[in-house]
């Protein structure tokens, strides 16, 4: 089941609702037309396009494969997977032909519906289906709040297909894409590996081997880790939950890592092995993961993993992390062109700065009203951007723009130099590259 409401930020969304920035970002809204199920709008829609762009081009990078599956599934998929009896209450069913079917909650039984639609080696192993598909949950009217605890939501949620000897490799390289992913929002973290359930009594070899595969993949990892007491663990197998701490030093449960015997067992996944685990393996793979046949082949190991998390929450997070100041790279308001006057030639000269910086790439903005530029240059600074550009006689005669970042001091400000647009623009290509 999707971990999209963790029990320890109960009060973020009230700190997110009470922000002073919040109105100035204007980046989404709860309406009763839709309760538990946030509108973003089109400044929180910049942010949240380039979260998505930034796990995108890790998956490139990682060797994920980009997938969507259906929102809808009849739900003899819920009873394959044991979900039904769990949490049928909090699946949106309805009837179709009158059969059962219910809104997606969770991404990894259609994972596996694609991972059996075939027959697959052992040479295609790892694989890593990514998607970042739209998540639903029947949760309890009084239990909505914000942008942390909704009924519509959505993951950069994957699931890892591998062999068990690959598991403390993919394990330590999700632990690898955690961390670069929370540095660069000036995060820390701490990890905790939750061990099996005592009333957890069945395939005790596979637990054993799974927890020390993990605990493996932690220490080489190089991060302090805390095995949580027995008691904590899913039934389904060990996990490693990250825990990330923001500028106000509140903790959030975000990420994950959970290796799962349930799911492969219930949909009956398998690989066809190599030569070396004919003869060696399977017989033993066969004991422990319950394969009647060592022609059917050998299950693989699941791997659940998220790095953000929900989008939403993961917003609400940024919202009080930042205080409403973006960095340039994320920002939903990087630059604005204000002329000096409502002189023409000041008009058509921002106009013209806007429209190349557009072209560029970046979000940008104009004001060209009739107010004095510095009612235009305060109300900008109000707004955050990141990038506060003026435009006067001087700039127009000599194709340039005097820019003002957004936290300059007055005294900063008279020695800010002119510049070429696209002299400003390379400095804008560094500060993507670098994250800032």
């Keep these: 089941m999707a971990d999209n409401h963790p029990e320890d930020e109960p009060s973020l969304s009230v700190v997110i609702q009470n922000t002073s920035s919040v109105k ?43 997938v969507i599956s259906p929102n809808i599934y009849n739900m003899k998929l819920w009873e394959t997977s044991k979900d039904a009896a769990s949490y049928k209450e909090n699946l949106f069913t309805f009837d179709i032909d ?11 039984p259609g994972h596996c519906l694609m991972f059996e639609h075939r027959v697959r080696s052992y040479r295609e192993l790892p694989i ?15 239990a909505l709040s914000g942008l942390t605890h909704t009924r519509r939501f959505q993951q950069d949620d994957a699931h890892i297909f591998c062999t068990k000897e690959q598991v403390k490799k993919e394990v330590k390289d999700v632990l690898d894409f955690v961390d670069y992913v929370y540095t660069k929002f000036g995060f820390t973290y701490e990890l905790k590996l939750l061990t099996r359930p005592e ?26 880790f805390t095995v949580v007491n027995r008691g904590e663990g899913a039934l389904c197998g060990p996990k490693i ?11 959030f449960q975000c990420a994950s890592i959970q290796l799962d015997f349930q799911l492969p067992d219930h949909f009956k996944l398998r690989y066809s092995p190599s030569d070396e685990e004919k003869k060696e393996n399977v017989m033993i793979h066969s004991k422990v993961l319950g394969t009647e046949d060592k022609e059917k082949g050998v299950r693989p190991v699941m791997i659940h993993r998220t790095v953000l998390g929900s989008f939403e929450r993961m917003l609400a997070i940024l919202l009080n992390h930042y205080k409403g100041k973006w960095p340039f790279w994320i ?22 700065v806007r429209r190349q910086i557009h072209e560029a790439g970046y979000h940008v903005d104009v004001d060209t009203t009739d107010r004095n530029i510095s009612e235009k240059v305060g109300e900008a600074e109000i707004a955050q951007y990141n990038y506060i550009l003026v435009v006067g006689d001087e700039e127009v005669a000599t194709r340039q723009v005097t820019a003002l970042l957004r936290d ?12 070429s647009v696209d002299a400003l623009l390379d400095v804008f290509k560094l500060r993507i590259v670098k994250f800032l």
Aim: charged share 30%.
């Design 408 to 419: 300059s001091s007055c005294s900063d400000r008279s020695k800010v130099p002119m510049m």
């Design 98 to 108: 009158k059969q059962e079917f219910g809104l997606k909650s969770i991404n990894g």
């Design 24 to 66: 100035q970002d204007d980046l989404f809204l709860c309406h009763k037309m839709s309760p538990g199920s946030c509108f973003l709008l089109p400044h929180g829609t910049r942010v949240y396009n380039k979260l998505i762009e930034f796990i995108k081009k890790e998956y490139w990078k990682r060797g994920y494969e980009e």
């Design 128 to 142: 890593r289906l990514a998607e970042f598909g739209v998540l639903h949950l029947n949760e309890a009217s009084e």
């Design 199 to 224: 009333e957890n009594t069945k395939d005790l070899q596979r637990w054993e081997e799974s927890e020390n595969d993990l605990v493996e993949a932690l220490q080489e990892f190089g991060k302090p």
């Design 331 to 352: 920002s939903p308001r990087q630059v604005i062109v204000c002329s000096s006057s409502n002189n023409e030639n000041h008009r058509s000269y921002a106009e013209e």
């Design 241 to 251: 939950d990250i825990t990330l701490s923001d500028a106000m030093k509140r903790k």
